[in-house]
């Protein structure tokens, strides 16, 4: 079964969410980052938001690594095989 265009069409739909939900993490590791820089009272609490913001840089990274992988997969999917 040649499972090519239903994957394409798949690979479109996730890249618009990962665009999507790309966003509003970005906007939330801002306002962590925000709250990092505004905290004078807790040594140990600035660096519990310095973990949340790693947290939040791997998942963007990890959402790139999908996106590049997803484009990937479109051009393996064009690629016609000789049989």
């Known amino acids: 079964m040649d499972t090519r265009d239903e994957a394409q069409k798949l690979a479109k739909e ?46 963007v990274q990890s959402m790139n690594i999908l996106k590049e992988q997803l484009k990937l997969l479109e051009v393996a999917a064009k690629k016609q095989e000789i049989e």
């Open 14 to 59: 996730v890249l618009v969410k990962l665009l999507e939900c790309g966003t509003e993490i970005d906007e939330y590791y801002r306002k962590y980052r925000e709250l990092r820089l505004l905290e004078d009272h807790s040594p140990s609490f600035q660096a519990a938001l310095i973990n949340v913001e790693h947290a939040f840089f791997m998942v």
